[in-house]
């Protein structure tokens, strides 16, 4: 039903016009958005069905959100560890006061 796509010579033009700290936070809230469009179209016939990887294995697509948040926790990881080394205090990962207002729990 759906296919994990890698295009890398899209990726190295993405990548060269990153050049400044403004275009990586407009590149990574585009990338929100459109996951944030595409999670909220998901019903239950998609989560259940098998998707293509790039790396040769077929999976069910609610398979594919383990692995998100396994990925989620192993880049914020990295993400943190290079916002230090550059002098950047990182938002702390479990603290709903630092998000976004729309993800806050309300009191």
Known sequence: MGEIKVDAPAE????????????????????WDLAN????RIDNSRL???ISTPWNMEIPG?????????EF????????TYARL???????????AESSLQYRFAD
């Open 12 to 31: 190295a033009r993405i990548v060269a016009d990153l050049g400044t700290k403004t275009a990586v936070i407009a590149y990574a809230r585009k990338c």
């Open 73 to 80: 926790l192993h880049h914020y990881g990295q993400l943190y």
């Open 86 to 96: 550059c002098g950047a205090e990182p938002p702390f990962l479990w603290g709903f």
């Open 62 to 70: 609610w398979v594919g959100f383990n692995i998100l948040n396994d």
């Open 37 to 40: 469009d595409a999670v909220g």
């Open 48 to 50: 259940n069905a098998t």
